[in-house]
């Protein structure tokens, strides 16, 4: 079991920048893919960002693709999301998961087993 804490969300304009972060709790951490998602108010659950059980492969929504960048630090059993150029559109809370160990991610939330509670994402126009 690998149980995910997010870490890092806050108030930010449009335009700026903030590093998610994701420390990931039992083991073998190293082995399974993690996956960032967002919800915003009202709307469905959203993939967002993965990234493989190596971090050789990584995944992005057509819409962050060029602003975000998802890594993972293996030694530190942490799993971090850059996002730069933020634009209101990106207000949500921020979920970090468990997903597929060895194995390729999906974009599916029912991909993933195991959640962490969420961190809020704020970003003004």
């Known amino acids: 079991q690998v149980q995910p804490v997010e870490s890092g969300g806050g108030l930010v304009q449009a335009g700026g920048s903030l590093r998610l972060s994701c420390a990931a709790s039992?083991?073998?951490?190293?082995?399974?893919?993690m996956g960032w998602f967002r919800q915003a108010p009202g709307k469905d659950r959203e993939f967002v960002s993965a990234i493989n059980w190596s971090g050789g492969s990584t995944y992005y929504v057509d819409s962050v693709k060029g602003r975000f960048t998802i890594s993972r630090d293996n030694a530190k059993n942490t799993v971090y999301l850059q996002m730069n150029s933020l634009k209101p559109e990106d207000t949500a809370v921020y979920y970090c998961?468990?997903?597929?160990?060895?194995?390729?991610?999906?974009?599916?939330?029912?991909?993933?087993?195991?959640w962490g509670q969420g961190t809020q994402v704020t970003v003004s126009s």
């Open positions: 998961a468990t997903g597929p160990r060895w194995g390729d991610p999906v974009p599916e939330a029912a991909g993933y087993n195991y």
């Open positions: 039992g083991r073998p951490f190293s082995s399974y893919a």
